[in-house]
């Protein structure tokens, strides 16, 4: 029971929801990408190979054997053996492809982040910067008020003094 409850409460979180997302739009673009380069990038380097595919570039080690029935019908024997360089060569660019695509994607978005990021930054520094006038202005109005009240006090000390003096002479 408890491991059910923990696979329901791994699998329900956005993590893994997001990672499903990804694999199948993964997976998606994948074939787009094996479609770009079997249907379009091939017969266009086709075009400048003799054979006019990519597919025919191969190395055969063992040739394919076949045997004649008596009633002329040709069955394979052997299949052959070949290292399929062409092949090879389609797969890398599909790589090449996809790394690109991967490239850009997180690119874009490492600057979006970056963007929002300096966004973010610069709004904290002028609500700081904000937050630092006030208290300046308040610390300054502080301090005006306390030198009106040192002010007041010296005037009231030789206002006193003033007053006894006078007292004194009478």
Same mark, same amino acid.
């Given at each position: 029971?408890?491991?059910?409850?923990?696979?329901?409460?791994?699998?329900?979180?956005?993590?893994?929801?997001?990672?499903?997302?990804?694999?199948?739009?993964?997976?998606?673009?994948?074939?787009?990408?094996?479609?770009?380069?079997?249907?379009?990038?091939?017969?266009?380097?086709?075009?400048?190979?003799?054979?006019?595919? !990519?597919?025919?570039?191969?190395?055969?080690?063992?040739?394919?054997?076949?045997?004649?029935?008596?009633?002329?019908?040709?069955?394979?024997?052997?299949?052959?053996?070949?290292?399929?360089?062409?092949?090879?060569?389609?797969?890398?660019?599909?790589?090449?492809?996809?790394?690109?695509?991967?490239?850009?994607?997180?690119?874009?978005?490492?600057?979006?982040?970056?963007?929002?990021?300096?966004?973010?930054?610069?709004?904290?520094?002028?609500?700081?910067?904000?937050?630092?006038?006030?208290?300046?202005?308040?610390?300054?109005?502080?301090?005006?008020?306390?030198?009106?009240?040192?002010?007041?006090? !010296?005037?009231?000390?030789?206002?006193?003094?003033?007053?006894?003096?006078?007292?004194?002479?009478?």
């Amino acid at each position: 029971m408890k491991f059910f409850s923990e696979f329901k409460k791994f699998i329900s979180k956005g993590n893994v929801i997001d990672m499903a997302v990804g694999v199948v739009i993964g997976g998606s673009f994948g074939k787009i990408v094996t479609g770009l380069v079997n249907y379009i990038i091939n017969p266009f380097v086709g075009l400048f190979i003799k054979d006019g595919s !990519l597919d025919t570039i191969k190395t055969v080690i063992n040739k394919a054997t076949y045997t004649i029935d008596d009633a002329g019908v040709k069955t394979l024997k052997t299949p052959e053996v070949a290292i399929l360089w062409g092949t090879w060569l389609q797969t890398i660019i599909d790589f090449l492809i996809t790394a690109l695509c991967i490239f850009v994607v997180i690119t874009v978005i490492s600057r979006g982040r970056a963007r929002l990021e300096a966004k973010k930054i610069a709004e904290e520094a002028a609500k700081k910067a904000e937050a630092d006038a006030k208290a300046k202005a308040e610390a300054d109005a502080l301090a005006a008020k306390q030198a009106a009240l040192d002010a007041s006090v !010296l005037q009231q000390a030789e206002l006193l003094t003033e007053i006894r003096d006078l007292l004194k002479n009478k």
